[in-house]
């Protein structure tokens, strides 16, 4: 099993930027795919970005250019640069984490809420 811990979360202004960080513990050896999902109230859940292997494959088209995926250099902990937000990245986002490159994701975080205002 793979437990996962999201932070970093907060009320920000337009144009102001947050780092959301996702812990992993347990079994995080077999993990090949890491990525950030976001939920916004009344919508579905969103892919946002996508690390597989070492290195990102995936940006949704609305956060490129603005927002960065990482992980530290075990892959157990990956994070999610975001700058020039803006309200419509109004959301919870989620860490999930796989053992394969396609598929359903196993195991996810709590959330952490962001909320950026006008």
């Known amino acids: 099993q793979v437990q996962l811990a999201e932070s970093g979360g907060g009320l920000v202004q337009a144009g102001g930027s947050l780092r959301l960080s996702c812990a992993a513990s347990?079994?995080?050896?077999?993990?090949?795919?890491r990525a950030w999902f976001r939920q916004a109230p009344g919508k579905e859940r969103e892919l946002v970005a996508r690390i597989n292997g070492g290195g990102v494959t995936y940006y949704a088209d609305s956060v490129k250019g603005r927002f960065a995926a990482s992980s530290d250099n075990v892959q157990s902990t990956v994070y999610l640069q975001m700058n020039s937000l803006k309200p419509e990245d109004t959301a919870v986002y989620y860490c999930?984490?796989?053992?394969?490159?396609?598929?359903?994701?196993?195991?996810w975080g709590q959330g952490t809420q962001v909320t950026v205002s006008s």
């Open positions: 347990g079994r995080t050896g077999s993990i090949y795919s």
């Open positions: 999930a984490f796989r053992n394969w490159d396609v598929g359903e994701y196993d195991y």
